[in-house]
């Protein structure tokens, strides 16, 4: 078995955890930086930068008393190396790199979008490859065929915006508060999603992708309308996503045979009406469905340490001088 310290710092989430190849999550800490970004209604990347400089080695201390372990029972070091906001990504990978020279352990350079894509295999030991993943999160929404560690078939992408960005801008647009998706889902929930019309962006196209930036325009629209509250609103564009996702999904999945099941994973994934609606789709189509549990489809350090895990299984490590990528498909 072995203990892989896992470490998360790109975007408004320090983070550090402790997960075993035996899917044991020793501990877990996380500090949100949502205070600090709420007056700009939106993540400022120097603030962040700077708060995860203050904030991830009392987290890495503290995830390691919490486990009772020192940094010489961990097998490995895992820590995003990109996507991302620059800053954060390079206080996380260089903490990484000087407790890995430090201690002598191997360094393991993780995607960011990698963590999210594994991470249901971490929540779910049934889940087995190859299966059809909807990555949905602040900077992504795409349709991958996740076929193993490091192989991923991307069947769709967003041509504009992402899902989380529009839920984002959305919150911003009808004055819900940051952060935007949990504040449009809980409006949503107070709403009728019948009440206004908005539009589906590439629903039923024959191409694969998503888009969302001419829902957002329509959210404005809406709201400049002033004829119907923002709990209205919020309700039809949760409902437009949906139908957008599904749509879309329902396509992947005629072009995907193989899939061994219909897995959602990302930020958006947290959000209970998509969870919902994916489940009942993948119902449907007499798939099994795996989201992992709300806590690990938003950023955190286990899925950047279960990511850890399944390379270093492989043999799968990186040099000390490997890169900070702020962008980096997988
Ligand atoms: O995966 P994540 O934590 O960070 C990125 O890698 O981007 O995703 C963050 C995104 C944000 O856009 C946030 O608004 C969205 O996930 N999100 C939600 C919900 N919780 C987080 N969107 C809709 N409903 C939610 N409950
Ligand atoms: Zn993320």
Known sequence: MAIILGIESSCDETAAALVTSERHILAHKLAGQEEAHRPFGGVV???AARAHVD????????????AGLELADVDAIAATAGPGLIGGVMVGLVTAKALALAAGKPL??????????LTPRLADPALCFPYLLLLVSG???????????GRYKRLATTIDDAAGEAFDKTAKLLGLGFPGGPAVERAAALGDPKAVKLPRPLLGSAEPHFSFAGLKSAVLRARD????????????????????????????????????????A????ANGP???????????????????????CTDNAAMIAWAGAERFALGLTDPLDVAARPRWPL
């Open 139 to 149: 900077g992504h929404c795409q349709l991958l065929l996740v076929e193993g560690v």
């Open 108 to 117: 393991i350079a993780v995607n960011h979008l990698e963590g999210h894509a």
């Open 225 to 264: 309308a002033q004829t119907h509250s923002a709990e209205d609103i919020a309700a039809g564009f949760q409902q437009a996503v949906i139908d957008c996702l599904i749509d879309r999904t329902k396509r992947a999945i005629a072009v995907a045979p193989g899939a061994t099941a219909l897995v959602v």
């Open 55 to 66: 904030a991830l080695e009392p987290l890495i201390a503290a995830a390691l008393d919490e």
């Open 45 to 47: 990347p120097e603030i």
């Open 266 to 269: 990302g930020g958006v994934a």
């Open 274 to 296: 998509i969870r919902a609606a994916l489940q009942q789709l993948a119902a449907a189509h007499d798939l099994p469905f795996s989201a992992p549990p709300l806590w690990l």
